[in-house]
């Protein structure tokens, strides 16, 4: 697994209904060792682990797992009989016909759909209710699941054609690249989908009723950081750059060590719609997210393992990615 962090914009999203059900956010907030405060930065951002505490902890609050985003509460357990009811299906093709057709049994609103043609196969949200218009976390909520959890059965991240999403972005596109592994996003298309090639459909489901045990200690948290073996060049790089950190590599080091010209790693780097800039700078944010939950490390200790020699230019950086200072931010936790 990974260090990743999440945008503060999607803990607004899971928190968005929890007055209405009489919670208090502080608390669940603090409960996951979150500071309320970097709610209010909008370029702030949170480890993984802590998301994925707070998301969970926010939906065992509410007994929910819709996290009341629809007409009805979806009780605790739903998700772990869908894992159950698919975990012994042979391909991805019978595991994801399964996978909707298990949440078409709950009358919520909305339902996944399972569509397959000649050249295209497709996971696509589909209104019940015509008059209903469900937020789009919960659309997001869905289709992350189907492709993480579709990325686990067969132990390989699966690429997209396109996620297409029926309303406008909310936070910086870039978010949403990531939410979805990096594959194109596009928005205010006639349907919010996951779009794949068919031929994906025949890949093996490789996990088991036993490694399933494992997996549902934490779904969440295995899904948000789980790492399979990618052939994209912005994995290859950024596995790089994490295992070098301490060195802070250049880009012409991490193209000696891919045996590639710089410059051909560069075009590589564009044409996935990244720069060697923006992925080293992402894994120094994410390596100190990871490390500021740790407990023991000075902030003197998690700059130098983010690849900072002096914490002055890492508290600088810190406050660029986070704005709020590492102090600020580990008092919060």
């Known amino acids: 697994m990974r260090d990743y962090s999440v945008s503060v914009h999607f803990a607004r999203a899971v928190l968005k209904n929890a007055v209405a059900q009489g919670l208090d956010p502080v608390d669940l907030l603090r409960r996951t060792r979150i500071s309320p405060r970097l709610l209010k930065e909008d370029n702030a951002r949170i480890s993984a682990e802590r998301f994925a505490d707070l ?13 009341g985003f629809v007409s009805r509460r979806m009780p605790i357990g739903c998700w772990s009989m869908m894992c159950h009811a698919v975990i012994g299906s042979e391909t991805l093709g019978q595991a994801m016909a399964r996978y ?17 043609d000649e050249e295209q196969a497709r996971i696509r949200v589909v209104r019940v209710d015509e008059a ?5 976390y919960m659309i997001e909520l869905l289709l992350f699941n189907a492709h993480r959890f579709a990325s686990w059965l067969v132990q390989e ?8 999403l029926d309303y406008p972005p909310a936070t910086q596109v870039a978010e949403y690249r990531a939410l979805f592994l990096g594959n194109p996003v596009d928005f205010s298309q006639p349907h919010a989908e996951l779009v794949f090639s068919p031929a994906l459909l025949e890949r093996r489901v490789t996990q088991t009723e036993q490694t399933l045990r494992h ?7 295995i899904m948000l950081t789980q790492s399979y073996d990618r052939s994209s060049w912005t994995a290859r790089v950024r596995e790089a750059v994490h295992q070098n950190l301490a060195h802070m590599p250049e880009l012409g080091d991490i193209a000696a060590l891919l045996d590639i010209h710089p ?25 100190a997210l990871h490390f500021l939950g740790k407990q023991g490390l000075s902030i003197e200790e998690i700059a130098h393992r983010a690849g900072f020699s002096e914490s002055s230019a890492f508290i600088r950086a810190f ?9 600020t931010y580990r008092k919060g936790l």
């Open 263 to 287: 410059q051909t790693l560069r075009r590589r780097l564009s044409a996935e719609g990244t720069t060697f800039k923006e992925l080293k700078s992402q894994v120094r944010r994410d390596t």
């Open 157 to 164: 991240h699966l690429p997209l054609q396109v996620a297409n």
């Open 55 to 67: 998301q969970v902890g926010t939906m065992l609050a509410m007994q929910d797992e819709a996290l």
């Open 215 to 221: 997996f549902l200690r934490h779904p969440v948290l």
């Open 100 to 116: 909707c057709r298990f949440y078409q049994l709950f009358e919520f609103g909305v339902h996944p759909h399972f569509i397959v």
């Open 319 to 327: 406050k660029g990615w986070t704005g709020v200072t590492p102090y």
């Open 132 to 136: 209903s218009d469900p937020d789009p």
